[in-house]
């Protein structure tokens, strides 16, 4: 029976855009940065809903892609090594709500090197060390249970930087994420500079729209002045 393990075992890189991350950073400061993101996309990119943060946290970066392989799931380590100021890791574990991918320890080594936060189609855990260091998982459920990685030592059974799919949603290596309290938006790397620009827009419009909401203006007056609420 051929070794379908080995097949997981590719380690891709990407180019960043610094320049580019730094305009994900400034639409991120404004309320509500993954809807802005979501509008702007015609409501595509959007993750599953059952996505969701394990504390009140906010984050862009560009995509370290992770392929796990369903049904036996490892510690994605070699992703925390390739994984660069800007990043943020996105783990294709195949939904599984029982087994933990990610954990205080794991959050902390990511952290120092400068990496964001981590997205998983899965589960992560020690979601109170993760708290107290401040570096943010979204996941589909939250558990105890890790790995087999401790136990067997194998750690290798996985893609870096490979085309996958996480809560519905194609994601490639480079991909731009911003992920907040309501959930996770992919932009596609070759959409965002003027995915960002639109969403830019629109953060100013909408902040433009909260003054007149605070002085009391109504329904008919802010369409009248915005086209749109």
Not at 30 to 40: G, K, L, R, T, W
Not at 163 to 168: K, L, N, S, V
């Amino acid at each position: 029976m051929p070794d379908v393990s080995s097949d997981l075992r590719v380690f891709n890189d990407f180019e960043r855009n610094p320049d580019l991350l730094k305009k994900f950073d400034k639409v991120l400061e404004a309320y509500s940065a993954a809807a802005i993101f979501a509008d702007v996309q015609y409501r595509t990119g959007v993750m599953d809903s059952a996505i969701k943060p394990a504390f009140r946290a906010k984050v862009t970066g560009q995509a370290v892609t992770v392929q796990l392989s369903k049904g036996d799931l490892v510690d994605p380590l070699k992703a925390l090594e390739m994984g660069q100021p800007g990043d943020v890791i996105v783990v294709d574990a195949g939904g599984d709500v029982n087994t933990s991918v990610c954990g205080g320890l794991m959050g902390g080594l990511a952290q120092n090197r400068g990496i964001r936060g981590m997205i998983v189609d899965g589960t992560g855990r020690d979601t109170d060390e993760l708290e107290d260091i401040n570096w943010p998982i979204w996941t589909r459920a939250i558990t105890p249970r890790g790995t087999h990685t401790m136990f067997s030592g194998r750690k290798d059974e996985l893609s870096i930087n490979v085309p996958i799919a996480c809560g519905g949603v194609v994601v490639n290596p480079g991909d731009f994420i911003v992920a907040d309290l309501m959930g996770v938006v992919v932009v596609p790397q070759e959409l965002a500079e003027e995915t960002v620009r639109l969403a830019q827009e629109q953060a100013d419009r909408e902040e433009e729209t909260r003054k007149w909401v605070a002085k009391g203006k109504t329904v008919e007056d802010l369409l009248n002045e915005f086209g749109r609420i």
